[in-house]
């Protein structure tokens, strides 16, 4: 057995947490760089900072011009911008790319000559400063992993760089601040935190820990299951699929993602899908590829989310994503190119060869 535990971010949990907490933002300064996209606006959470801040005295820039799949492009200009105002504490709030361009810029302001190559090559000169994540979507984890993912125009391709430093100092995770999300946007970032979690669970990495948190976030998303399929949730389904997204983002820093997301980074590149939605187009076929070797610990998964057998499961996962996205052979050529090697190398609990990618994206994406 193999266990390790080292989760450097602070959890507050419950509606009204910004609120209810505005004390602890005067602990990190009296500066402060909100990072955000303009669609959070509808969460409350940034009215919410502003009263929160107004109250502890501190100033703050709102910065809300991040992009879905930040980019490196994207990523040097708001390390620019935040450099500029000097903040002493960065405010992440929105989905995983907000959260994500937060924790870069929080590496480029402690270290002000870095450019990209630099935040790939950890550990950082200097600790990051303190972000704080606000996450308005369920699933990504962004909210407590030590990592980012932009896109690498030069390759055309997503790629993650992190450190143990560059973790939140605190994740206030009100699920209030999900319920404007649209149903839509709830299913693809739900399926994403499923695919945390089976992908940590199966990982060669094999932590016993990670199994404990993905266990939990197994049931908690077949609880909400129904209610995903239907568009009708409740406050508590929200909180759980809020759980659910941050047990993903422990089974991610403890075993990281398998083939699952370098397949998934090439689909959404090329068609502009959703992170979640690219994910989990392709989750049925790799984990009927895992369960040919693997039988007992993929029907123990599949049970678990609610599924009566892995027959069932790419159906299962379609009847939410109703996808209608539709590929070539010339679009599988592709992704077995750009993402072969990066699948090939990841912790799969089963070898894999480059037929196998093949495999498994072909049965995902043609003749469905
Ligand atoms: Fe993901």
Redesign the pocket.
């Known amino acids: 057995m193999h266990a390790s535990f080292s989760m450097p971010t602070s959890i507050l949990a419950g509606e009204h947490v910004i609120q209810q907490n505005a004390a602890y933002f005067a602990k990190l300064g009296s500066r402060a760089l909100i990072v955000s996209t303009e669609a959070a606006r509808l969460s409350g959470a940034l009215k919410d900072l502003d009263e929160a801040f107004a109250s502890q005295g501190i100033e703050y820039k709102l910065y809300e011009d991040c992009i879905p799949n930040p980019t490196t492009a994207s990523t040097l200009e708001l390390g620019a911008i935040a450099r500029a105002y000097a903040p002493d504490f960065i405010v992440a709030v929105g989905g995983?790319s907000a959260m994500d361009a937060g924790k870069a810029a929080s590496v480029m302001v402690a270290n002000p000559t870095y450019g990209i190559p630099d935040l790939y090559s950890p550990p950082y000169a200097n600790k990051p400063i303190p972000t704080i994540t606000v996450p308005t979507t369920a699933?990504?984890?962004s909210e407590i992993t030590f990592y980012s993912?932009l896109l690498l125009e030069d390759r055309n391709f997503k790629k993650s760089f992190g450190d143990i430093a560059m973790a939140p100092v605190m994740a206030m995770l009100d699920p209030l601040y999900t319920a404007s999300m649209p149903i839509k946007v709830t299913i693809d970032t739900a399926v994403?935190?499923l695919?945390?979690c089976i992908e940590g669970y199966l990982s060669k990495a094999n932590n016993y820990m990670c199994g404990l948190f993905t266990r939990e976030g197994f049931r908690l998303f077949a609880d909400c299951y129904e209610a995903l399929r239907t568009g009708e949730l409740t406050l508590e389904h929200r909180e759980k699929l809020m759980m659910a997204a941050l047990y993903?983002g422990f089974s991610?820093n403890l075993s990281r993602?398998l083939a699952v997301?370098s397949m998934?980074y090439a689909l959404t590149v090329d068609k502009n899908l959703p992170?979640?939605r690219a994910?989990g187009l392709v989750l049925a076929e790799y984990v009927r590829f895992i369960h040919e070797s693997l039988p007992e610990k993929v029907d123990e998964i599949i049970g678990l989310c609610g599924c009566p057998n892995i027959d069932d499961f790419k159906d299962y996962i379609a009847a939410l994503l109703q996808d209608k996205t539709t590929f070539t052979p010339e679009d599988i050529d592709r992704y077995v190119a750009a993402s072969a090697k990066e699948s090939i190398g990841r912790k799969n609990p089963v070898d894999m060869t480059e037929d196998d990618v093949r495999r498994i994206l072909e049965r995902s994406l043609l003749n469905n």
């Open positions: 995983g699933g990504t984890g993912v994403d935190a695919c945390h993903g991610i993602t997301h998934g992170h979640g994910n």
